[in-house]
């Protein structure tokens, strides 16, 4: 029966209605349905609301990134790089997940993000790279590039922080199985993290350079 | 302590309350009321969370919900300055507008890392209970002042481009949080056991191959559901990991654990549900099509669960 919540959601995202609607459309049913009082829901909600303040952080940094932008950041990021010759949106794209996934791998997790990295820096960068090899960016393939960008930062996040002894998940899996009496090591389970953290880098740094290929066809180098 | 997570609450809440004033006094916004109530509401919850009621505050989160379900929040138009001007402004500062945003992370670590247990008279310099958090406020806080010294801006100017900036971002700044939220309910009503109930239902006990293909495929699928890779990871170790894979086949539980959660990190790559990392940078880069960076993920994220599910069966069938 509280699977309904569930099942709201994935109507309401298939039917496009604003999710923020739907999330709460569902949290507020799968309460009522699991018989938990109507005061208590909203209880909760405001207190798990409360506590997870901690994720809408990027707000701190609109000032910065916002007053940087008026000024010309993102044209700046885009000239540096089509300076470089031979650049190309996947090779930008490609670097990026490697600082950002070995960064993440030494617990340097706060080294990227798409407010404060991504939309100042690094797709502007990649967009740049565009503009200098095809001396045009559609809106579609701008779009397509930009996706990219965010793309390349969670990839490389993702399956770079679990090889960082200290972060989260590992502790958080390794206080999972002391407390059912199952021998377990960190650092032992970081490590065996490293063979998918290399084979993610490997598969997008190939998907990276299909979509230069891809972007070639699309829009043709100026050298031709 | 001396900085605390609640100061950069509190910062996080003018930031926002000085958005919702300009988009009060804008009459060229015809839902000037509705929009400035919603984040003046917004700001209050970031603002005096701790101190106002749960209750309260869920209110509070209803109807900032019922504002976004009535068209409420309408975005302002903001006049796009012309290439030439911001080009002019560009060659004034050229390289050293990078100096403010490489600063951003800069200090954070520098913070997280460095200023981690330091105590100042006895008290903590940083909230323990999340440097980062406070490390990265007092970052961007620094950042600020820098950039506003270098561009000649002010307050009152950086204030404007954050209103720009979460104007176009919209309700997708709610999401996060709100999603959060959907998860305690779910957990508190028992998704979580009946989800792992089904999926032990169809485990079939003998063959190891297709218990560790339920197993990682439990791990993705649960945290498209759940949105959160943590939520699941005890939820399907406790179903199946313990009893099948450790107790029955002889697993190493370290490297069950490396790799489920990779696992899970590939669900996390495509599902809506993890707002933070798909819809907002999709509304913070201006895309039309709000699953345009999930679409992206895909194809990556299912390599690597197909890589994770054959690596975690070699490794438990060789008794490496």
Redesign the interface.
Known sequence: M??I??LL?MIG?VLRF????V??V??LV??M??G?PI?S?????????????????????????????????Q???S??VSKIKAITVGRVLTMYLLIREVGAALG?????G????????I?PMAEGAALSKYGKLPEKEQ??I??????T???GL??GE?IFVAV???L???G??EQ?N????PI??????I??AI??FI??AI?LRMFDKKLDKRLGSRDQ | MIFS?EM??V??GI??LGCSLYIFTDRTNSRRLTTGSFYLIYSI??MF??I???????????IM?LI??GGGLKKSEHVE?SITV??E???????R??L??IL??IL??AG?KLLDGVKIGGKALLDPS?V??V???LA?LT??IF??VM?R?TPA??????R???ESIG????????????????T????GT??SKAVTAIIPEGSLFWVVVIFCLGMAIFTM?MGN??AA??VM??GIA?PFL?NQFDAN???I???S??AG?CG??MT??A????????A???????N??I???V??AL??LA??IV?MYLLVSLGV
Request: proline share 6%; glycine share 6%.
């Open positions: 509280v699977l919540g569930v959601i995202f604003n999710s923020a609607v999330v709460t569902s949290a799968t309460g349905i699991a938990i005061t829901i909203i209880t909760q909600f405001g207190e798990a609301f409360t506590t997870n303040r901690y994720m809408s952080i990027l707000i701190v940094t609109l000032p910065v990134i916002g007053l940087l932008e008026k000024n010309g950041l044209q700046q990021a000239k540096v340097l997790n706060s080294l990227g798409h407010p404060q990295t991504v939309r100042p820096l797709a779009q397509e930009r996706a990219h960008a965010a793309a930062d969670n990839i993702f399956f679990d989260g998940a590992i958080l899996m390794n999972f199985f059912n199952i021998p377990a090591d032992s389970m970081a490590l065996w993290g063979p998918t084979f993610a598969v997008h998907r | 997570v950069i609450y910062l996080m930031i926002v919850t970031l969370g701790k106002i009621p749960p209750f309260y505050i869920g209110l509070m989160v209803i919900v976004i379900a300055e911001k080009e402004r560009r060659k004034r500062l050229g390289g507008l990078f403010p945003a951003i992370p954070t670590l997280s999340n980062t958090m490390a990265l406020g961007c950042a600020i950039a506003m561009t801006g100017g950086a204030v404007k481009e954050s720009r900036l979460l309700w997708a700044v709610l999401l996060p949080q709100l999603l959060a939220t959907l998860g305690t309910i779910y508190n009503a028992g998704v009946v989800v559901i890779a943590f990871f005890p170790a406790a313990i450790i539980p370290n490297h654990a490396a790799i959660m990779f990190y996390t790559l809506p549900m707002a933070n990392f798909n819809i907002v940078p999709a913070l880069l201006d895309l039309k099509d709000k345009h960076v679409k992206v993920q194809p990556t390599a690597v890589f994770n690596l």
